[in-house]
């Protein structure tokens, strides 16, 4: 008997030959970080942003917007679910480091005839069964990391929601007062062309105006008319857009009740410091969320490696019991305690399989990984170079503007001054309504380019956001949010 130790100790060693543990893999972009952004001007790193960056406008309406896309957006709604399923998981790897501890009971009744006489029988036993694996090659751990690992991602994905669903929010809502403007517009342009339509008709029936300036007064008007019906059609497909956005069906309004919407649109804010690139990957949550997803599928595969090692398990019981035959009632106090060792001998490379598949997807993960960080810098940097030209675009189009407008007065006081003809007076008129327009597109696209930016460099403001929409979330465990 007490060789018994000394084999099992033999057998085991033999068995751990050749056993080699995981060697974490490393987690590093695809290439060096550049220094700086190709188009940034600043190179100084930005002030922390703990307030959204929508805040920046100052408007109510978009504040309120953006609090009740937060509260009540479905997608988000959904990321939450998944992350109070990571937290459940996460609490199922903890609870397999630890004890289990089971009660078990069991009652018989039985009836034996022998000889002409009848025997009844019957017990009763009442039991504490305990079980413990102890984690010889962090197997356990390992696995644990992993689900802790899972819900930090599960967090940070909620955050790169944030980031995209306020963004389209925001460019919505710009978009809906862009397109009422540009309905306000057509509104001034039909009033201003029936005018200038009435003055011809006024001379072409005092034979001072040939008919066809009237025919063409009249075209022009109707054109102008037209398209009202397209205008209101992109408002309303826009404000449906933004009511599923809100988590409202799309005959809800979206804007009324969320503050007074801006006749016109606001003046841009100044661009957001881009800073030093590196910054980008602590301030990024996709960034984040794929970094820690690389380390999660390789605590997975240190698992995997581990299950191919030796398992040694404890186990144990203590109860009590009580037996009655007929003849005599026994009560018995009974206990016992195993320690069970196994080693894979034979699972036809099944282990290793898995082994390898885990590092493969581990492989994976971090390729998507150093793909998600040369994505965000391709992000900043079309970004930096759309705020940039939008500027431009925007400053050329005022300047376009006021060259429009005083064409068309100097061709219209022309034309009732009898010194050109109604032709350069419908150039005129065409090209200032065109630019118009184009004006106030152009003043849109600054407030998308400078929101399109916010977006790209992320915020220090998602994770203050993420903890106070949490803390409102039921069933959330403090354990994890600390």
Same mark, same amino acid.
């Given at each position: 008997m007490r060789s018994l130790p000394l084999c099992a100790a033999l057998l085991t060693t033999l068995l751990l030959t050749g056993c080699r543990l995981h060697a974490p893999v490393a987690i590093t972009p695809a290439a060096p970080?550049?220094?700086?952004?190709?188009?940034?001007?600043?190179?100084?790193?930005?002030?922390?942003?703990?307030?959204?960056?929508?805040?920046?406008?100052?408007?109510?309406?978009?504040?309120?917007?953006?609090?009740?896309?937060?509260?009540?957006?479905?997608? %988000?709604?959904?990321?939450?679910? #998944?992350?109070?399923? &990571?937290?459940?998981?996460?609490?199922?790897?903890?609870?397999?480091?630890?004890?289990?501890?089971?009660?078990?009971?069991?009652?018989?009744?039985? $009836? *034996?005839?022998?000889?002409?006489?009848?025997?009844?029988?019957?017990?009763?036993?009442?039991?504490?069964?305990?079980?413990?694996?102890?984690? !010889?090659?962090?197997?356990?751990?390992?696995? /644990?990391?992993?689900? *802790?690992?899972? &819900?930090?991602?599960?967090?940070?994905?909620?955050?790169?929601?944030?980031? %995209?669903? =306020?963004?389209?929010?925001? +460019?919505?809502?710009?978009?809906?007062?862009?397109?009422?403007? *540009?309905?306000? !517009? =057509?509104?001034? %342009?039909?009033?201003?062309? #029936?005018?200038? #339509?009435?003055?011809?008709?006024? #001379?072409?029936? /005092?034979?001072?105006?040939?008919?066809?300036?009237?025919?063409?007064? +009249?075209?022009?008007?109707?054109?102008?008319?037209? /398209?009202?019906?397209?205008?209101?059609?992109?408002?309303?497909?826009?404000?449906?857009?933004?009511?599923?956005?809100?988590?409202?069906y799309p005959d809800h309004d979206p804007i009324s009740g969320k503050g007074p919407l801006p006749a016109t649109l606001p003046a841009a804010p100044p661009a957001p410091p881009a800073g030093i690139p590196a910054a980008l990957l602590l301030q990024r949550p996709d960034v984040q969320g794929a970094f820690l997803r690389v380390q999660s599928s390789d605590a997975k595969t240190a698992a995997a490696v581990a299950d191919r090692f030796p398992a040694l398990n404890l186990s144990g019981a203590l109860g009590v019991g009580r037996t009655d035959s007929g003849l005599s009632v026994v009560h018995a106090t009974f206990w016992n305690l195993l320690i069970g060792l196994t080693q894979p001998i034979i699972d036809n490379g099944r282990r290793q399989a898995e082994a390898d598949r885990r590092a493969a997807i581990t492989a994976e993960a971090l390729a998507r990984y150093q793909q998600v960080v040369l994505q965000a810098f391709q992000e900043v940097e079309n970004s930096l170079v759309a705020n940039r030209a939008a500027e431009q675009q925007l400053a050329l189009?005022?300047?376009?503007?006021?060259?429009?407008?005083?064409?068309? $007065?100097?061709? =219209?006081?022309?034309?009732?001054?009898?010194?050109?003809?109604?032709?350069?007076?419908?150039?005129?008129?065409r090209q200032h309504h065109e630019v118009s327009r184009q004006q106030l597109s152009a003043r849109r696209q600054l407030l998308s380019a400078r929101i399109t930016l916010w977006r790209a460099l992320g915020g220090d403001w998602l994770e203050t956001s993420l903890a106070a929409n949490l803390s409102s979330q039921p069933n959330e465990d403090s354990h994890h949010e600390n």
């Open positions: 970080l550049p220094e700086t952004f190709t188009h940034a001007i600043e190179t100084a790193p930005p002030p922390p942003t703990v307030a959204p960056w929508w805040l920046q406008f100052n408007d109510p309406g978009l504040t309120a917007l953006e609090e009740t896309l937060l509260a009540g957006n479905l997608e %988000i709604r959904q990321a939450y679910a #998944r992350l109070s399923q &990571f937290e459940a998981v996460s609490r199922v790897a903890d609870s397999a480091l630890l004890p289990s501890l089971n009660l078990a009971g069991a009652a018989s009744r039985g $009836r *034996q005839e022998t000889n002409g006489t009848d025997l009844t029988t019957s017990g009763q036993s009442l039991s504490l069964a305990a079980s413990y694996e102890i984690d !010889l090659w962090q197997k356990l751990r390992a696995n /644990r990391q992993a689900a *802790q690992l899972d &819900f930090s991602a599960s967090r940070e994905e909620i955050k790169t929601l944030y980031l %995209i669903l =306020t963004s389209q929010a925001a +460019d919505l809502y710009f978009l809906a007062i862009e397109q009422r403007a *540009q309905l306000a !517009l =057509t509104d001034a %342009i039909i009033d201003s062309l #029936r005018t200038i #339509r009435d003055q011809v008709e006024f #001379r072409y029936r /005092r034979g001072i105006a040939p008919s066809l300036d009237l025919y063409q007064a +009249d075209q022009n008007l109707a054109a102008a008319k037209a /398209r009202k019906p397209e205008q209101e059609t992109a408002l309303a497909i826009t404000e449906h857009g933004l009511a599923v956005l809100l988590g409202h189009k005022d300047t376009e503007l006021a060259a429009a407008a005083a064409t068309l $007065r100097r061709a =219209t006081d022309g034309y009732f001054q009898g010194l050109n003809n109604y032709l350069a007076v419908l150039v005129a008129q």
